[in-house]
């Protein structure tokens, strides 16, 4: 823990870090140190993490990256983050991210952006920006973020760590700031699917207080990750396994370095065993129209609620209630969140809900039949976790169109709510990490951690 937070202030400049608080920290694995002397054999006990910003924390402010959170503080901790104090781990931090996780390349936090640790002039991704640079930059073992429409994944594609979204529902939502209510999961990013599928089983589980958390009894992913499958031999761990290769997630457009790495990483698969399968996934291309009609709508509903009585910033100086509203959102959100809320607010409006938000819905549920139906050919669906590599702060900042058509490859599997993972698999144009996204059925951790855990 000391040499973590050594190298947490050594590196400040990467902007990982929105709060950190040393003595806690220090406190906390005094406390872990005292716990293991006592013969607690916890498998996460006292290893320090570090956590997104939009999970709530009563020991530290918790801003969502927005400038109308700054100096809240939760009277409560996020059920994941309780679990996983619980479990012995140590709090380094909160860190950065997307202003209400919107955004794909941490540069709409409002307190600044995120440094890829590979190559400081490029983008980490987002909106978990802070949480994949901090374990790239190895000032923290792992971390967590939360994933919406790709927010695990792709920023663990963009700095070579491994992330894993499960299946919506398995983790609580309770205590995690909310985007879009029906997409939004939280989800381990580390070094490794081991260290993944550790943090799993301990984030995991029922939570009365989340309507749409999942009741099953606890799991334990790395157990899931370690059993051998029928028929595997020791050179031939996946061997049986099918995977799906979606046609549509191999476009002509797709850029070169990221198609030859993601190859690489099939091969790599091939030769532990696992089949190749062409399957189809023919809406991909509308889960982008879907998920930024869905996404904002929700998001318009859920963030009415900042409005300057209840939680963070209020105007200085209003002249009535309305006035007050206007003000405090006006000054409190920043232009991506004001452009998400304008939208959700559109396709809700009465004359348009059928025409835009209805549609979504329905084509929503296609996209998840079509899962179904290339579920029955394989058991893992792969291809990339985005068209390209890591890009050069800035290049998206003035056309949010352009990031919004990168998310290409991760909406779909947000939109049907299955698990998937982001591997690294190679390097591309100037030594970018890049990605494979792995995608399973419903409650399939276990295997993509399996897979995951036989290409490392
Ligand atoms: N890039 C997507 C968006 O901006 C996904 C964000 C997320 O998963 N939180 O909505």
């Not at 992330?163 to 529902?169: E, H, L, M, Q, V």
């Not at 089983?201 to 029922?206: D, Y």
């Not at 790495?261 to 190749?276: F, S």
């Not at 990605?435 to 951790?445: A, D, I, K, P, S």
Request: hydrophobic share 40%.
């Amino acid at each position: 823990t000391q040499h973590l937070l050594a190298r947490v202030t050594q590196h400040e400049s990467l902007g990982c870090f929105l709060h950190t608080d040393a003595d806690a920290a220090l406190a906390a694995a005094a406390s872990a140190d005292a716990r293991r002397a006592a013969g607690d054999g916890a498998a996460l006990l006292g290893i320090p993490l570090a956590h997104k910003d939009i999970f709530v924390t009563k020991d530290m402010p918790t801003t969502a990256g927005s400038k109308i959170l700054a100096n809240y503080r939760s009277p409560f901790d996020a059920t994941v983050l309780e679990r996983l104090f619980a479990a012995g781990t140590i709090s380094l931090g909160k860190l950065n991210c997307d202003e209400f996780a919107m955004g794909s390349a941490n540069e709409n936090s409002a307190f600044g952006p995120v440094a890829n640790p590979w190559d400081r002039t490029r983008v980490p991704g987002g909106s978990s920006g802070g949480s994949a640079a901090a374990v790239a930059a190895r000032l923290v073992p792992a971390t967590t973020g939360t994933d919406t429409g790709g927010s695990i994944r792709q920023p663990a594609s963009f700095t070579g760590i491994t992330g894993i979204k499960p299946t919506y529902g398995v983790c609580s939502r309770y205590g995690m700031i909310a985007f879009a209510s029906s997409l939004d999961q939280a989800g381990p990013m580390a070094r490794s699917a081991e260290d993944c599928a550790f943090l799993l089983s301990a984030m995991s589980g029922f939570d009365e207080r989340d309507a749409t958390s999942v009741e099953r009894p606890p799991q334990d992913f790395h157990a899931q990750m370690l059993q051998a499958r029928p028929g595997a031999t020791a050179a031939q761990p996946l061997k049986g396994l099918r995977i799906g290769l979606p046609l549509e997630f191999f476009p002509a457009a797709l850029a070169a370095d990221v198609n030859g790495a993601v190859r690489a990483g099939l091969a790599e698969l091939e030769k532990l065993g696992a089949t190749l399968v062409d399957v189809s996934l023919p809406r991909t291309e509308l889960a982008i129209p879907v998920y930024y009609i869905i996404a904002p709508a929700e998001a318009s509903s859920n963030l009415s609620r900042f409005d300057g009585v209840k939680f963070g910033h209020r105007a200085a100086q209003y002249d009535d209630l309305l006035d007050m509203y206007k003000k405090t959102r006006a000054e409190g959100f920043g232009a991506e969140v004001k452009r998400r809320i304008m939208i959700g607010s559109y396709v809700l409006s009465h004359g348009y809900y059928d025409a835009y938000y209805l549609q979504a819905q329905k084509l929503r549920r296609m996209i998840a039949d079509d899962f179904q139906r290339c579920f029955t050919q394989c058991d893992l669906i792969a291809g990339p976790v985005a068209p390209t590599v890591a890009w050069k702060k800035g290049e998206g900042a003035d056309d949010p169109v352009k990031a919004y058509l990168a998310d290409i490859f991760t909406l779909p599997g947000s939109l049907a709510g299955l698990p998937g993972m982001s591997v690294p698999v190679g390097f591309g144009e100037g030594g970018m990490p890049v990605g494979l996204q792995l995608l399973g059925n419903y409650f399939q951790e276990g295997q993509l951690l399996h897979a995951a855990h036989a290409l490392q």
